[in-house]
């Protein structure tokens, strides 16, 4: 499957740093996703990279891929107390998507 | 613009009582639709998925069952509930193939006593 674990479980930090969350997969995939949960609330989905794309931007959010590592990263910049959440990757293939257990951020005001 | 909607938000049942929880989507045709469950610092566990009408695909053995009875309607059922069924169930809808991004509904949250 093309499930995705993070890296770490948990992360907290001030308000204002810079949040770094890891992922990794162990299959090819068509693309990367990343997805965002506030406490008790669905999904949302943040952004995707594809596999032919090594970097991308939306916002305060930078996403790498490397897929010869079977790796991505999501950089949250200047966070925000707001930022607060889960966060999941997942690879997508042809196969449902399969989330793992997700990063958990806390950002201290 | 497309909405999806789950209900009930909350729900405490006993041991042994029926299930059924009701994902509707508007405002697109054709849905691709999933059922996910959330146990408490768990990751989302994929239940079913649908790509029509009648096709449902079961991805864990377990005690629920799921039906699509209309293009946009997306029911999960149980006959009798167990403690191991508790948790937060959430569905979602994509268009096409699994490769695009994955729209949440709100959830449901079920405590089984």
């Known amino acids: 499957s093309q499930q995705g674990e993070e890296d770490p479980q948990a992360l907290s930090i001030q308000e204002g740093e810079n949040a770094t969350m890891n992922c990794s997969y162990k299959t090819s995939i068509n693309n990367l996703q990343w997805y965002r949960q506030n406490s008790g609330r669905g999904l949302v989905h943040l952004i995707l990279i594809r596999s032919n794309e090594r970097e991308k931007h939306s916002g305060r959010l930078r996403v790498t891929l490397d897929t010869s590592k079977k790796s991505s990263s999501l950089l949250i910049t200047a966070s925000r107390a707001a930022d607060t959440a889960s966060y999941f990757c997942v690879g997508s293939g042809n196969t449902p998507l399969v989330f793992g257990k997700g990063t958990r951020l806390s950002v201290i005001a | 613009s497309q909405t999806i909607h789950q209900w009930p938000a909350t729900l405490v049942q006993p041991v042994g009582s029926p299930l059924s929880l009701e994902c509707t989507v508007e405002?697109?045709?054709?849905?691709?639709l999933y059922w996910y469950r959330q146990a408490a610092g768990r990751g989302l566990q994929l239940l079913f998925y649908?790509?029509?009408?009648?096709?449902i695909s079961s991805e864990v053995p377990q005690n629920l069952s799921a039906s699509r009875p209309q293009d946009r309607q997306f029911i999960l059922s149980s006959k009798k509930l167990l403690l191991s069924d508790s948790g937060f169930y959430l569905c979602a809808w994509s268009w096409g193939t699994s490769n695009n991004e994955q729209f949440f509904g709100p959830g449901t949250r079920l405590t089984v006593l």
């Open positions: 649908s790509v029509g009408i009648g096709q």
């Open positions: 405002g697109t045709s054709n849905p691709n």
